[in-house]
């Protein structure tokens, strides 16, 4: 019987669903005789994803449902949801006035309950897709990764139809083999019902493979709602140069999802697909890497794909990215002014050396500052985005005053202006060093929901302790209070307010000495 194959990405916020149309591209090289569809229910509204779902299995009659997942855990300081769920949370842990509490509550009920809302619409989309699959084709299977399942693999067991093939990571060679009819056991997945998720499994390394340029007259041919995406040439459509991240982040899960090797696709393959999106009218992309420039040895890979834009003659492109500031050289900086990055976004987490070291971070703040004013020499005037994660290990007044000095310096650098400071608190991920302390220290114990969103587990996932806890959740009461279109700004306003401002060589200095290694080796 031949195989078809539809993949679906569920429920969204619209962004472009670059994982899904990788898949599809993969497997089409692979096996081109397979029929293949994309359905995508980003591009849905919401009262239409039952029936829109059931028309298109019931056209298609699918043997084989690819399910992408992106998003489950919610704790970021924006909109979705039905509301800001940092903002409840704060008012309802740390408000003092009763009424804000009430409205943190009332705020944290209505997040809570679209939040476990979208966990069962999908559960259940998935369920009623291959139901509705087996009429036409009584062997059809299922198959469920993305973002999400690669973080809550161990969670979903429990909740997805038995059979249902469990995808941790990339899927390239996972669905090469159950194609091929091979035994896929070896690769990061579990069968529902059959077969158990390995201990650890996610730090397993991904089967790489050659990426080639992803053929968008296939997958145009494919997908219905392509076109959604090159409307007014609003969205930056994603590009992928490269996977993996060999760094230790404490918090991050990244490096354990796409695994610490770190892949480069070929510069001439980039620029092929980019080619394909330009002649569409896309002027907009985003490298959907983890880092754009992991580490100093990827250099001269990332100055190769710039000179091959240059050379593409696509001068009026913008790009943006994910960037370790600490990983750029002058000649790296022209480029990237060159070909036209009007954004970038660095997470240094906290403007305190000690901190940084202390995080794992693996980068040097003074390093950063230098090449931040090389970029800024060749003459970049745009935004950049810092993230800054309050309350981490170790913090004290004195490290958010060298976070305060170090912030204020790239202000000096871009201007004030174009430093946009995002604010996060560290939402604890499962797999990652972060969980290792938490365990450690008797903060979460093994066995936890990391998918609970019930108050007394969400205020430990959602990092910010004491004894600075309460400080940081009057801190950001006050600046919603006073700004809420700002907040990142005024967060930091009302720290030097209240706290002052270091000397910007106290934070760039990290002291030498046998300082207790608090986090466990994973």
């Known amino acids: 019987m031949t ?19 990788y898949l599809a591209d993969r497997v089409h090289k692979v096996f081109p005789a397979i029929e293949q569809k994309i359905f995508d ?49 704060f008012e309802f842990y740390y408000a003092k006035n009763p009424l804000i509490r009430l409205r943190g ?24 897709g291959l139901k509705r699959a087996k009429k036409y084709n009584k062997d059809a299977r299922v198959v469920v990764g993305g973002g999400a399942v690669s973080v809550f693999y161990e969670q979903l067991e429990t909740q997805l139809p038995k059979g249902t093939i469990v995808s941790v990571g990339e899927g390239e060679t996972l669905l090469e083999k159950l194609l091929r009819g091979q035994d896929f056991s070896d690769e990061r997945c579990y069968v529902v019902g059959e077969t158990k998720p390995r ?31 090159l409307q007014e040439n609003d969205f930056y459509i994603g590009v ?69 834009i240059v050379d593409a003659q696509m001068t009026d492109i913008h790009w943006a990215a994910y960037i370790r500031a600490d990983n750029l050289t002058p000649q790296l900086c022209d480029l990237m002014v060159k070909t036209g990055m009007n954004y970038f976004e660095i997470g240094i987490t906290s403007g305190s050396q000690e901190l940084v070291r202390k995080m794992r971070m693996g980068y040097n703040l003074r390093t950063v500052l230098q090449n931040c004013r090389d970029l800024k020499a060749a003459g970049f005037n745009d935004l950049v ?55 450690k220290n008797n903060i979460l114990k093994p066995g936890y929901n990391p998918m609970s969103l019930m108050p007394w587990t969400a205020k430990k996932l959602l990092w910010n302790p004491e004894p600075l806890g309460s400080f940081f959740g009057e801190v950001c009461l006050q600046a919603w209070q006073q700004n809420p279109n700002d907040f990142g700004r005024e967060v930091m306003k009302i720290l030097e307010e209240r706290l002052g401002c270091a000397d910007l060589e106290e934070a760039l200095t990290a002291p030498i000495e046998d300082w207790k290694k608090e986090l466990v080796v994973v």
């Open 3 to 21: 195989q078809r194959i539809l993949y679906v990405r569920l429920p969204c916020n619209p962004i472009f669903p670059i994982g899904v149309v």
């Open 41 to 89: 229910l980003g591009t849905v509204p919401p009262l239409d994803f039952k029936g829109a779902l059931d028309s298109c299995i019931d056209e298609f009659k699918p043997t084989l449902l690819v399910f992408s997942w992106r998003d489950i855990q919610i704790y970021a300081p924006v909109g979705g949801r039905g509301g800001n769920p940092l903002q409840n949370a």
């Open 105 to 128: 509550a009332l705020g944290g009920l209505k997040v809570t309950t679209a939040y476990y809302g979208e966990l069962w619409r999908n559960l259940g989309l998935i369920k009623r």
């Open 199 to 229: 201990s650890r499994m996610i730090h397993e390394n991904p089967t790489p493979f050659e990426k080639t340029a992803c053929d968008y007259d296939y997958i145009e041919e494919i997908w219905s709602e392509f076109n959604y995406y």
């Open 240 to 308: 992928q140069t490269k996977r993996g991240c060999p760094h230790n982040c404490c918090y991050c899960i990244y490096t354990v999802v796409e695994g610490k090797q770190v892949r480069i696709n070929p510069a001439d393959e980039v620029v092929k697909e980019m080619r394909q999106l330009y002649d569409r009218g896309i002027r907009n992309f985003w490298f959907t890497d983890a880092q754009f420039i992991p580490a100093r040895k990827f250099i001269d890979d990332a100055i190769e794909l710039l000179q091959k």
């Open 385 to 439: 985005s810092v993230n800054y994660s309050f309350n981490v290990i170790d913090e004290t007044f004195d490290t958010i005053r060298q976070t305060i000095a170090y912030h204020r310096e790239l202000e000096r650098i871009f201007g004030v202006d174009k430093v946009e400071p995002a604010i996060f608190f560290i939402g604890l991920q499962p797999h990652t060093h972060l969980e290792d302390y938490a365990f």
